[in-house]
């Protein structure tokens, strides 16, 4: 019966996260995140840029802001290389994931001279960075 009842509250405790995690909007974003909802400048963080979302999921800019990304700020700051240096060889930019309540968004940028990852989309976005040139890869997976 033990066993039943912890098994029982795990199935309840993962229904109740995957109903909470549905139910996030710029007013209930976990705690260092941000959202994707902005489409007119001036942003104001935790509101940011739509930027190429819908282009990468193939979606209107309408239908998109009904369900916009939100991403962990981890997921941006790896832009900011060491001031006055290119980022360390190897290490990524823009690399981590955003999500909306369908899909998780796998982002990397890249050296545009690099070869694009097996399997990725893209590139999108280029960004240059004390004279290098960034692209961005997306890989798409449902949540």
Request: hydrophobic letters at 40%.
């Amino acid at each position: 019966m033990k066993k039943f009842l912890a098994f029982a509250c795990g199935i309840a405790a993962l229904a109740f996260a995957a109903v909470a995690s549905g139910q996030f909007t710029s007013d209930t974003l976990p705690a260092n995140h941000h959202i994707h909802d902005c489409t007119a400048a001036p942003c104001v963080y935790p509101h940011l840029a739509v930027g190429f979302f819908p282009a990468i999921l193939g979606e209107s800019p309408a239908t998109y802001l009904q369900d916009p990304a939100v991403c962990n700020d981890a997921t941006d700051k790896t832009l900011l290389p060491p001031l006055g240096e290119k980022p360390e060889q190897n290490q990524p930019l823009r690399a981590g994931v955003c999500s909306t309540s369908t899909t998780i968004i796998h982002l990397h940028s890249i050296d545009v001279n690099d070869p694009a990852p097996a399997g990725w989309s893209g590139p999108i976005a280029p960004t240059a960075i004390n004279g290098v040139t960034y692209v961005t890869y997306w890989l798409l997976t449902p949540r």
